[in-house]
C-alpha cells in the first residue's frame, strides 16, 4: 500500500472512532480493514482502495446512526484529501462501497 495513504488513514482517519459508539470504535474500523484486505488478495483488488473503503466505512456515524452508511459516502466524496492517491472514479467507487456496506438496511 502507499505509505502516505496508510499515513492518511491512520492519522486522519481511524482516530474518529473514538467518538462512535462501543460497537465502532477503533478495533472495529480494524477488523474491517484485515478482513477486506485479506478478501481482497483472494481477488485482486487494488488494495489501496480497499484499505480506504474499509477504513472510512462508518465516518457517517458522527452525523447519523440511522443513515450513517449514506453519510459515509458524502464524506468520501468530499474528502478533498483522497485525490491525492484516487481519480473521480475511484473515489466515487470507494464511496458507494461505504453506502452498500447496509445494503439490507430498509432506510434511503
Given amino acids: 500500500?502507499?505509505?502516505s495513504l496508510v499515513e492518511y488513514i491512520e492519522s486522519e482517519?481511524?482516530?474518529?472512532?473514538?467518538?462512535?459508539?462501543?460497537?465502532?470504535?477503533e478495533d472495529h474500523a480494524r477488523t474491517v480493514i484485515d478482513r477486506a484486505m485479506a478478501m481482497g488478495e483472494a481477488?485482486?483488488?487494488?488494495?489501496?482502495?480497499?484499505?480506504?473503503?474499509?477504513?472510512?466505512?462508518?465516518?457517517?456515524?458522527a452525523v447519523d446512526r440511522k443513515t450513517h452508511h449514506l453519510e459515509s459516502g458524502r464524506i468520501i466524496r468530499a474528502d478533498a484529501r483522497l485525490a491525492e492517491w484516487?481519480?473521480?472514479?475511484?473515489?466515487?467507487?470507494?464511496?458507494?462501497?461505504?453506502?452498500?456496506?447496509?445494503?439490507?438496511?430498509?432506510?434511503?
Avoid: V
Fill in 1 to 3: 500500500m502507499t505509505p
Fill in 13 to 25: 482517519i481511524i482516530p474518529r472512532y473514538a467518538s462512535f459508539d462501543k460497537a465502532h470504535r
Fill in 43 to 61: 481477488y485482486g483488488i487494488d488494495e489501496d482502495m480497499l484499505y480506504a473503503a474499509a477504513a472510512c466505512h462508518d465516518l457517517g456515524l
Fill in 86 to 108: 484516487f481519480s473521480p472514479g475511484q473515489i466515487e467507487t470507494i464511496a458507494q462501497a461505504a453506502e452498500d456496506h447496509r445494503a439490507a438496511a430498509t432506510t434511503p
